[in-house]
């Protein structure tokens, strides 16, 4: 049994920091004269032990250091080697006083020594029986003192015997759940005759306080002993009970993770065997310098170290691991504090909207007036933040602005958004927008769906690289809506200056400032924009270009390009003003440019092919090589309007259509029968609806025309409305079709190069109607010299171009009346009277011939 005490027992005296942890005992000859045999002394040099308690029938190591207490071993080995061993009260005290031990310790012999290299003695002590200390006689150099032996009760009673058993079977299930205790020790317990014994040896290998140590020594009666042993052990007992419980439901769970941990570790040591860091560590790491250099809000900071804590505690084969790596990709890699200066030189920026586009003069003055008020607010920063913190505590600061472009296609709107950020010095990108049908496109997805990312928008602002981008949301009129949602709605929050400040994407899930960035949207038509979204942007309208307008601008801008894309030289192709007009008269019929650039490249393209084949050297495109090169002309809708309206019952209104105005023929023709007024040309109900009034009027008005009345109760009349292929609607052409009536059946023709538009009533009354510019620059542009329109339009006017208003002649009318006058040709002869017509004969009915039928291009 000593061999395992040296091996498993540590010891303190009063001169130690810490426990010593290995004993080496000398091989010393024991000392044959025992003190068993002989008489206690009265009086013994006392050794106090730190949170330790030394039994009598018990042997014991310990490791003397103090200099009074080696002092004290030197002496005793001399001698009898009697000491008496009492325990500190606090085992922290360094130098325990004669206050500061316990009165009553053990009587112990030394039985065997070792002197260590490092100056400390190693002793093993064996415990003889229990005393008292009566008084302290000396304390230097080391503690002595008078004791008397307490002798012991040792009861042979069926009672103690019961308790020996029950201290053998706790002890014996004690070492079962504590392996440290050694097989030896159980055996030597369970042999053991004497219960006092019994209860010194085991006290000493179990774990217990000093306290209660110290109190099973002190008791007097084995018995008292065995059941306070007991108490301890069940205590003792219950608790390792419990921590096995407690590890085996926990081992189960944790034996994967382990197991994963184990195999993550290994792979670590074998890839810094190898040279090569830890991948994950090192995408932590990553991603937390991102972070911090990413210059977040504080709430999207705060989401980023959660997430990336998280990422910390995930082994890479997760499923999660994925999900949130790819979060904060987007998270860290998003401008939140990158953004562009502005360029306030406003000379500079109308110089570079001057150089890209032609004309335009009221979105540039915006662009213009826009960063005017930036510069203005930069200037007096200081001052205008203090009136606004102040005046302006509700609303949020507008820092961005939200246009939106409406007009026909081929007029500049997509480019015009270029040229803008350009003049800004701002990057731009353009964001289509045609064909949307989800919501999640602009909002984004919800991160637990499996390959969720953010909207558009966000994608947006990511490849901008920029917090105040210029961002197009192209074909803004022609979103979706279905089952998945309505993207017009989400772009609510997006075009709101008040509330894009804290836009929250689905996937993101925090806020993001949107306030910075100059939107652009733009449309063909304004009607389908729903009504909120279009409350939200400042509408401007771009119309189709004139004919002027687009002489200049292909000299300015179309030639140059089709001649660098084409690999010519200036030298090489010139086109003269009169070739490039003719292109836009005979060869394209829109309100953009488009059309006519493809025709300058499709000449250019023939000049190429004769110079590659050495045919010429240089082309000067006039009139009579633009005819050779692209053949004859598509339209001549010159002629055309004066051909059509050379016969009565033929008048020329104008229309307005998402891709610019045009000009609509309303052709009627009379013949013998009883059917009444009839339609054609696939019109809506609102045209319907005019020409029944037009019908009505001219009936109503027949004597004052010079019309036989007579001729609506026996002859018909159909009114066509060219291409029939062609769905059309509104109520502008009333007037056309009052005086196509009127001059079918006065035989008045309409005069040549007028067109018309305008709503009519009932009662005659010319009502004013919509896209006054674009109609007008459709008659110009079909050569019409005179337009009649409503006389509550002519504030319209102001918006068209002045060579426009210099060209055209226009009447302004408030009722049918004037409309005829100024639209039909003077009468050649005196009205025809009214003809009697005998019972049963048909009414003689003069049909004009019909006019062959032409599409609308």
Known sequence: MTDELDKRLHAFDEALPERELDVTISDEPENDNSPLDADIPAELPILPLRGLVVYPQTAIPLTVGQPRSIKLVDDVVSGDRLIGLVAAKDPNLETPGTEDVYQIGTLASIHRLFRAPDGTIRLLVQ????????????????????????????????????????????????????????????????????????????????????????????LDSTDAKLRRLMTILTKELEVLELGRKIQTEAQSEMEKVQREYFLREQLK?????????????AEIENFRKKIAEAGMTEEAQKEAERELDRLSKLPTAAAEYGVIRTYLDWLSSLPWSKRTDDHLNIAEARQVLDEDHYGLKDIKERILEYLAVRKL??????????????????RRERRGAILCFIGPPGVGKTSLGASIARAMGRKFIRMSLGGVRDEAEIRGFRRTYIGAMPGRIIQTIRRAESHNPVIMLDEVDKLGRDFRGDPASALLEVLDPEQNAEFRDHYLDVAFDLSEVFFITTANELEPIPGPLRDRMEIIQLSGYTEHEKVAIAEQYLVPRQIHENGLTPEEIEFSRDALQLIVRDYTREAGVRT????????????????????TDKVVMDEKMIRDLLGRPRYGYREEIAERTDLPGVATGLAWTPVGGDVLFVEAARMPGAKGFQYTGQLGEV????????????????????????????????????????????PSAGITMAV????????????????????????????????????????????????????????????????????????????????????LEPASTPPPQPEVIAPGQPAPVREPEQPAPVNMQ
Do not use: C
């Open 127 to 218: 415990g003889l029986a229990r005393i008292q200390i009566d008084e302290y006689t000396n304390t230097e150099p080391y503690l002595r003192a008078k004791i008397h032996p307490i002798p012991e009760r040792t009861e042979d009673t069926l009672e103690v015997e019961a308790l020996v058993r029950n201290v053998v079977n706790q002890f014996t299930q004690l070492a079962d759940l504590v392996p440290s205790i050694p097989g030896e020790l159980i055996s030597s317990a369970l042999n053991v005759d004497d219960p006092l014994q019994l209860v010194y040896a085991v006290a000493t290998y179990i774990r217990i306080n000093l306290e209660d140590a110290q109190e099973i020594l002190e």
């Open 269 to 281: 040591a074998i890839q810094r065997e190898l040279g090569e860091g830890d991948e994950q560590v």
């Open 377 to 394: 607010r930069q200037e007096r920063g200081v001052d205008q933040s203090e009136r606004e913190a102040s005046d302006y505590t509700i």
């Open 596 to 615: 006519l650039e493809r025709e300058i490249g499709r000449a250019a393209r023939k000049v190429v092919t004769r110079i590659a084949e050495g045919v």
């Open 687 to 730: 045209m319907q609806e005019s020409a029944r009034i037009a019908f009505s009027y001219i009936r109503s008005k027949a004597i004052d025309l010079g019309i036989d009345p007579v001729f609506f109760e026996r002859g018909d009349i159909h009114m066509h409305v060219p291409a029939g292929a062609v769905p059309k609607d509104g």
């Open 740 to 823: 196509a009536l009127a001059s079918l059946l006065t035989t008045r023709p309409v005069k040549k190069n007028v067109a018309m538009t305008g709503e009519i009533t009932l009662r005659g009354q010319v009502l004013p109607v919509g896209g006054i510019k674009d109609k007008v620059l459709a008659a110009h542009r079909f050569g019409v010299d005179t337009v009649i329109l409503p006389k509550k339009n002519e504030n319209d006017l102001e918006d068209l171009p002045e060579e426009v208003r210099g060209e055209l002649k226009f009447v302004l009318v408030e009722n049918v009346d004037e409309v005829l006058s100024a639209a």
